[in-house]
């Protein structure tokens, strides 16, 4: 994979990813004769421990910083999500039309609508969320992100300072959280999974490749002040390096 930069430095990226052959000539006629794919790129910061609150409390600059940051990226998530559901809304009556089936293009229509509220009410909560930011912290804001990165099939990273820490908080619930709403897991079935693959998953692997130790770097002061969906289980944490 390789990455090239072309014009002003606020210009846009071309990411370019070398593909072997047979995976190549799957692509469609007009990807492999050189056309780009654009993507919408957004950044959605919002510290979970006991440093967020604090420096919430004082209104430290950092804070602003986040708050800007959060803004531009709800304006750049916002219009994407406008093209894609305007776009979905286009292809569902043009595969209608092509059926010639009004019962086909009034149900798939009423699925799309359907699913567009969800999407639209959910990126209304966050832009919510980012407003009310300045003073308070709102870990939503993470939570929302990931689903709407998901329900529009985008691709997404989570990552903290050290990505080992918190960010195995965060993977480990959102995993558990899918397993709840996608495919039955109870609330509290999903609560003990989360507790689980952070006791035995490769999480604890990847802080002791980092570290030496099989031990998540919280103290337990930091375990207190975290938000319960990213508290580390008993056992599972110690003060050490970040």
């Known amino acids: 994979m390789t990455v090239s930069a072309h014009g002003p430095p606020d210009s846009r990226l071309l990411l370019c990813v070398q593909l072997p052959s047979h995976l190549f000539e799957l692509l469609p006629a007009e990807l492999q004769g050189g056309r780009h794919i654009d993507c919408t790129l957004a950044l959605f910061s919002q510290g979970i421990n006991v440093a967020q609150n604090f420096v919430s409390a004082v209104g430290s600059p950092l804070v602003r910083l986040q708050e800007r ?8 998530l916002s219009a994407h999500v406008r093209a894609a559901l ?12 092509a059926t010639l089936s009004s019962v086909g293009i009034f149900e798939a229509s009423r699925h799309t609508s359907s699913r567009a509220g969800l999407v639209l009410a959910k990126l209304q909560r966050l832009a919510h969320l980012v407003a009310a930011s300045r003073n308070e912290t709102h870990v939503d804001i ?9 329900q529009l099939r985008g691709v997404r990273i989570t990552s903290c300072k050290s990505a080992k820490d918190r960010t195995a908080m965060s993977v480990t619930a959102e995993h558990a959280s899918i397993l709840a709403s996608a495919h039955g897991l109870s609330a509290a079935d999903a609560e003990r999974l989360a507790a689980r693959m952070r006791r035995e998953g490769v999480r604890l692997h990847n802080a002791r490749k980092n570290t030496g130790r099989s031990l998540y770097a919280f103290s337990r002061l930091q375990r207190q002040w975290l938000p319960e969906r990213y508290a580390p289980p008993e056992g599972t944490y110690a003060r050490g390096r970040t």
């Open 69 to 76: 940051v959060n803004a531009e990226s709800l304006v750049l």
């Open 86 to 97: 305007d776009a979905e809304a286009h292809d569902v009556h043009a595969a209608g039309a």
């Open 142 to 150: 993470l939570l929302l992100g990931e689903e709407l990165v998901r």
